[in-house]
């Protein structure tokens, strides 16, 4: 497995999804491979300290208006690039 299959494994991985053999060379890789081994650590503690974040309700209007009026340019540029 590549550093790059890991990246794609990787949610699978957390979500237990990935069948034994695959799971097992995900495991091989992280043992053997210092950068994919502190990559899978940190994305692992950054999905545990977001779960564990509050529940927040619904933005008011204006302020998802506002937000979602300051990120239209990224937005458009991402849906003109996947066309």
Known sequence: MTCA???DALVDYLGEELVVERRET???HVRGCAKCESYVATYTHTV???RA???CGSLPPAVEARLRK???PELGE??????
């Open 5 to 7: 299959e890991l990246m």
């Open 26 to 28: 995900f495991e091989v």
């Open 48 to 50: 545990k300290v977001t």
């Open 53 to 55: 974040l509050p529940k």
């Open 70 to 72: 300051a990120l239209e």
């Open 78 to 83: 991402k849906k003109e690039a996947a066309s």
